[in-house]
Structure formats: C-alpha cells, structure tokens
C-alpha cells in the first residue's frame, strides 16, 4: 500500500518549528508543502529540475545551526541523483532528503520511471555515503523521520516513501524568483537583494 502524498507531507512538517528550512522540488512536492501551509522558509524551486537536493545542501553548509529538509520526487531525484554522492562527501549533520516516490514522471505526463523497475534511491544514497538511507512506508515512519531531521548533528538523512500517484488540486505560492529568494532571506535575518 503506498501513502497519500499530501498526508505525508503534513505529518513531516507537522511540527516543524521556526527553524527548519524546506526545499520542496518541482511539482508535486512543491504544491503539497504549499498546500499543507506556506511558510517564509520555504523556497519553491518552480521549474529547477534536478537542483533540490544541492540547494537544500548549500543551505545546509551556510546555516549549520538550522535544519535544513529537501522534499522531492522521484524524477527529480533521478535527475539529481550526483548530488548524493556531494551530500554523502560533506556530510551536513543538519540537512535530510526525503523523497515522494510515485514512480512516475508526473510533471511530464505520468511515464514510468525507473524507480518502479530497477533504481534503488536508498542503497544510492547509502553507497554515496550517506548512512543513514532507509525507505519508509507508514506514517508513523514518517513521524519518526521527522523527529530524526530534529537533530543538527547527525545527518544528513536520507528517505524514500512510496507514495500513490493521485492527481490533485494544485496549489500555488508564488512563483516569483525573487520574491521567494528575498522572503527567505528576511526569515534569516538579511536584507533583500
């Protein structure tokens, strides 16, 4: 039985207090954050397929002292996934990657990706280095993730949830690049640029 996206994704961020920083990718991932409750610390990455999981450690290596979390597809993931190995060599104890798996490329139509076949995103992530890689499949599981990316010093984390494919309402942040990059930048404290 695979997960209810959006359900997922409120009980990661359930009680994310005011100190994590969330990277949702492209889509889907995007949506459901804003869905679950917009929020000053999140930066949407409308249209930048591939990047989530280098942004969320950049933000992760600039800011060691707040939680940084990356929620992305599948397909994004697969795109991205060299960035496993980086994460895996630097090693930030305050960032986790979780991934929404679907096993579809659902921003291009709904093919089959290769999640459902032949990759393995966990043992990836576990031979780019990063140890503590596991797949989840309750939400309880999650809830307990969510507990793990409280602490900045054991990371980075890395999870792969299976999740159902269900088409839902969209629902939109603002998609203005710099409205996005200026609005996290005052919930860290610097001026806008």
């Known amino acids: 039985m695979r997960l209810e996206r959006r359900a997922a994704m409120a009980r990661l961020l359930a009680d994310r207090g005011d100190d994590l920083l969330l990277v949702p990718?492209?889509?889907?991932?995007?949506?459901?954050?804003?869905?679950?409750?917009?929020?000053?610390?999140?930066?949407?990455?409308?249209g930048a397929m591939g990047g989530a999981a280098m942004i969320g450690l950049g933000l992760a290596l600039a800011q060691p002292k707040k939680r940084v979390a990356v929620i992305t597809g599948d397909g994004?993931?697969?795109m991205g996934?060299?960035?496993?190995?980086?994460?895996?060599?630097?090693?930030?104890?305050?960032l986790s990657i979780l991934v929404l798996?679907?096993?579809a490329y659902g921003e291009t139509g709904g093919q089959v990706s290769h999640t459902s076949v032949a990759a393995d995103l966990v043992g990836v992530a576990r031979a780019c280095g990063i140890g503590d890689s596991k797949a989840i499949s309750t939400l309880a599981e999650i809830e307990?993730?969510?507990?793990?990316?409280?602490?900045?010093?054991?990371?980075?984390h890395f999870a792969n949830v299976k999740i159902d494919?269900?088409?839902?309402?969209?629902?939109?942040?603002?998609?203005?690049?710099a409205f996005i990059m200026n609005r996290l930048r005052g919930a860290l404290g610097y001026a806008p640029i």
């Open 144 to 156: 307990t993730f969510a507990t793990v990316m409280q602490d900045v010093t054991r990371g980075p």
């Open 76 to 78: 994004e993931m697969l």
């Open 101 to 103: 798996d679907n096993e």
């Open 25 to 46: 990718g492209l889509g889907s991932t995007a949506w459901d954050a804003a869905a679950v409750g917009d929020n000053d610390r999140n930066f949407y990455l409308w």
């Open 165 to 177: 494919a269900a088409n839902l309402e969209r629902v939109l942040s603002n998609r203005d690049g």
């Open 81 to 94: 996934m060299g960035s496993l190995a980086t994460v895996g060599l630097q090693k930030p104890g305050n």
